[in-house]
């Protein structure tokens, strides 16, 4: 079966990540992570950064908040999607203690020395392992964060971490993406009905039951340690995910936030057992524009240890994502070209955010 670790084969990313940092042993932010400094002659703020956007946030609008219990509640999602890009979910049915579990797997991997992490670092052109967020090369400064991504199984790094207990952690993970792929797979019909695209009308996705069988998917465990400048400072930088959507547990720490148009950057608060859903670049291509994939980042904290977990859920690999002949007619033409989930990561990682828009179809 085709995978996503043939996806960065041809992209190696060298982010140098044996010049990491012991994060908590810092008490003043160095100059490489400094994304806003401060003139020391004249105490004015300078951004020697010009991809670092304004850190000002709006609180007036917020991002929906979806009962998935509500007979509504595809319509609403379709109305999120259409207008924000993102939502928030609660009763979707996954118990609080997987949330706690999957926390204690991400603080005892964080909690290891860099020296032992190291042991279990992703290589430049692999998919899975410790390291930095991949969008960093695209920055002249360094992100306030680290992560651990896993696709497929974490054995392998697992047993680098921890030799006696590897299989508690592994067994936390197998637990916790069989979750995410039942709600992923409820969500995606909940967005397709709202487009009025039925399970026939999705020959890749549709197993015997309509149930997505092939889909493969990521995930990325996401560690933003307190930070001693954390106004001059970025956890991770704005970025879309190039999945078809992605289900993202966020602690009781804030910090991410979501592009608005026309508004500016919105908080997207924690809140106790829901979930941040946001549309993904795929799902733009597939939706021939009408759900638009977000931009989003995350901001850092002076007191507390910000920890999330994005399960990242995309087609079959080697599937390719086009426009649906649905949302195509004599009014609406096809505005991007079929491309794979292997294709567009290796896409994104040469263009990054430019990557959505290098596929657009010219008008004739
Ligand atoms: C499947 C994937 C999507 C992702 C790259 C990855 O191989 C695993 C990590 C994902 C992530 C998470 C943080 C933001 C992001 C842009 C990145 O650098 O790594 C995404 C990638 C993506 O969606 O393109
Ligand atoms: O930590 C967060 O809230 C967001 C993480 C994220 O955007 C990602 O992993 O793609
Ligand atoms: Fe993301």
């Known amino acids: 079966m085709p995978s996503l670790s043939e996806a960065f084969r041809e992209h190696p990313l060298h ?76 009763n979707h049915g996954i118990p609080m203690s997987l949330f706690r579990d999957i926390q204690q797997t991400g603080q005892a991997l964080f909690s290891c020395s860099t020296h032992q992490k190291l042991k279990a670092a992703r290589t430049p052109d692999g998919v899975s392992g410790y390291g930095r967020a991949r969008i960093s090369s695209f920055f002249p400064k360094l992100m ?111 910090g991410l936030q979501v592009l608005r148009e026309g508004v500016g950057w919105v908080a997207v608060p924690p809140l106790p057992g829901g979930l941040v859903i946001n549309m993904g670049d795929l799902f733009h291509i597939l939706s021939n524009g009408s759900y638009p994939s977000v931009l989003h980042r995350v901001l850092v904290n002076r007191t507390r240890q910000r920890f999330s977990v994005a399960y990242l859920y995309g087609p079959p690999p080697n599937v390719h994502i086009r426009p649906h002949p649905k949302l195509i007619g004599p009014n609406r033409r096809a505005l991007y070209r079929p491309v794979t989930w292997n294709e567009y990561l290796g896409t994104k990682a040469k263009y990054f955010n430019k990557a959505l828009s290098s596929l657009q179809l010219c008008a004739t």
Not at 177 to 201: D, F, Y
Not at 220 to 226: A, C
């Open 144 to 254: 306030w964060s680290e992560c651990f991504t896993i696709v497929e199984s974490p054995l392998e790094h697992f047993i680098q971490l921890w030799p006696h207990e590897y299989n508690k952690h592994c067994d936390v993970v197998v637990q916790y993406e069989e979750a995410m792929k039942k709600l992923a797979q409820k969500l995606m019909w909940m967005v397709l009905t709202s487009l009025g695209i039925s399970k026939e009308e999705l020959k890749w996705a549709a197993g015997p039951k309509g149930e997505f069988k092939w889909a493969c998917s990521a995930l990325h465990l996401n560690s933003y340690p307190s930070c001693p400048d954390p106004d001059r400072a970025m956890g991770l930088a704005p970025h879309t995910d190039s999945t078809l959507l992605t289900i993202l547990y966020q602690n009781d720490v804030s």
């Open 15 to 90: 982010l140098h990540h044996n010049k990491l940092l012991d994060f908590n042993s810092l008490e003043e932010l160095p100059d490489s992570y400094a994304w806003i400094q401060i003139d020391q002659d004249d105490h004015t703020i300078t951004n020697p950064n010009p991809n670092y956007p304004s850190n000002s946030c709006h609180g007036d609008e917020n991002v929906p908040i979806i009962n998935l219990n509500d007979p509504n509640a595809p319509k609403l999602i379709g109305n999120a999607c259409k207008t924000w890009g993102v939502f928030q979910v609660v």
